[in-house]
T-cell receptor, first 116, second 112 residues
């Protein structure tokens, strides 16, 4: 149990295009999902907290108009990187908190984004 | 806000030896401390966690200790094996669905 999937696993796009990343909890309901960004050999940096049915809460320094988050159901959250540029190239990982557990987060496999 | 520090940043041990990774946190309201293992290019996997109402928790070769007064917690791996080689991240949270603040990570190498 407690499986989180992410799609796509990797994507290459041209500068200026938008990319949508999906995060799904496969066997549990996730009231809260989190989006992280990870640069090579660095830690996980929280970008935003996504709550089902409400607006996401963004961390300081994260542009909400650039990183659009939608959490329309208890099993799906999406992150859209709008007008992507090379500096947006990174590893994006989501995590989901099982609604039955107050603390534990389960991570998706991540999406590697390369912007040319 | 919360700040989590982690040491050492890299650690090499001989197979069979023990490995210890230490983390400190700054927010006294934090009460949940998970440890994640991340292999190259893969997702972080929860390996053990501890809540502030206990001082120690053990799961086979892995144990975590927590000192709330000093605001630090440690991961102990005994009888290390090559497959333990990975990056380990500690995190702190206020629990109840609050976000995690991760430490910078420790790259553990277990030498055969």
């Amino acid at each position: 149990g407690a499986v989180v999937s992410q799609h796509p696993s990797w994507v290459i796009c041209k500068s200026g295009t938008s990319v949508k990343i999906e995060c799904r909890s496969l066997d549990f309901q996730a009231t809260t999902m989190f989006w992280y960004r990870q640069f090579p050999k660095q830690s996980l940096m929280l970008m935003a907290t996504s709550n089902e049915g409400s607006k996401a809460t963004y961390e300081q320094g994260v542009e909400k108009d650039k990183f659009l988050i939608n959490h329309a159901s208890l099993t799906l959250s999406t992150l859209t990187v709008t007008s992507a540029h090379p500096e947006d190239s990174s590893f994006y990982i989501c995590s989901a908190r099982d609604s039955r557990s107050t603390d534990t987060q389960y991570f998706g496999p991540g999406t590697r984004l390369t912007v040319l | 806000g919360e700040n989590v520090e982690q040491h050492p940043s890299t650690l090499s041990v001989q197979e069979g030896d023990s490995a210890v990774i230490k983390c400190t946190y700054s927010d006294s309201a934090s009460n949940y401390f998970p440890w994640y293992k991340q292999e190259l290019g893969k997702r972080p996997q929860l390996i053990i966690d501890i809540r502030s109402n206990v001082g120690e928790k053990k799961d086979q070769r892995i144990a975590v200790t927590l000192n709330k007064t000093a605001k630090h917690f440690s991961l102990h791996i005994t009888e290390t094996q090559p497959e333990d080689s990975a990056v380990y991240f500690c995190a702190a949270s206020r629990g109840a669905g609050q976000n995690f603040v991760f430490g910078p990570g420790t790259r553990l190498s277990v030498l055969p």
